[in-house]
T-cell receptor, first 114, second 112 residues
């Protein structure tokens, strides 16, 4: 079974702190994604990466950065957390192969910024 | 990506077929229709996808109209574990290589 794991299920941080959210996949997927999910807004893409050290901005990259030093790991960084970044964060991964259609999601990290 | 329209919520009796509609009237010729679901407190899970033809797998069937402006996801024998939010998504990606745009989805409640 494909497994996408996220470092924490719940996280509480203070305004201004630097926050790292880690995601690891074990299926040798080329592509990795970070989304945030808010009530009434659905899932929105923050950043994605199609290869090691490569990154692309999604729909809402402001206030976030990412790092992909190894193929299996994709980190989301909040340089200075703010209360409007309180949200559920979801990581996903997938193959680039055009015959592969599925994105595999992790369980999510619920981040609260106080 | 084209926009989709889904009902906010639906009920279905356990054991019955659940039919979830989706309108995607602005879909372009090379966009796929994907369905994902999200069970409470979990990440989304892929269900099925299609381009023009109807599709079936172990989880569900996907019926796409001939003009491709709408589709229906069918869960043939709904169980309580099928209670979830179901998302209909249209996307150019044939490899899951692009980010997906999730709308608000349909909250399907299976009644015992």
């Amino acid at each position: 079974d494909v497994k996408v794991t996220q470092s924490s299920r719940y996280l509480v941080k203070r305004t201004g702190e630097k926050v790292f959210l880690e995601c690891v996949q074990d299926m040798d997927h080329e592509n990795m994604f970070w989304y945030r999910q808010d009530p009434g807004l659905g899932l929105r893409l923050i950043y994605f990466s199609y290869d090691v050290k490569m990154k692309e901005k999604g729909d809402i990259p402001e206030g976030y950065s990412v790092s992909r030093e190894k193929k299996e790991r994709f980190s989301l960084i909040l340089e200075s957390a703010s209360t409007n970044q309180t949200s559920m964060y979801l990581c996903a991964s997938s193959f680039t192969d055009r015959n592969s259609y599925e994105q595999y999601f992790g369980p999510g990290t619920r981040l609260t910024v106080t | 990506d084209a926009k989709t329209t889904q009902p906010t919520s639906m009920d279905c009796a356990e054991g019955r077929a659940a039919n979830l509609p989706c309108n995607h009237s602005t879909i372009s010729g090379n966009e796929y229709v994907y369905w994902y679901r999200q069970i409470h407190s979990q990440g989304p899970q892929y269900i099925i996808h299609g381009l023009k033809n109807n599709e079936t797998n172990e989880m569900a069937s996907l019926i796409i109209t001939e003009d491709r402006k709408s589709s229906t996801l069918i869960l043939p024998h709904a169980t309580l574990r099928d209670t979830a939010v179901y998302y209909c998504i249209v996307s150019y990606s044939g490899g899951g290589a692009d980010g997906l745009t999730f709308g608000k989805g349909t909250h399907l409640i299976i009644q015992p």
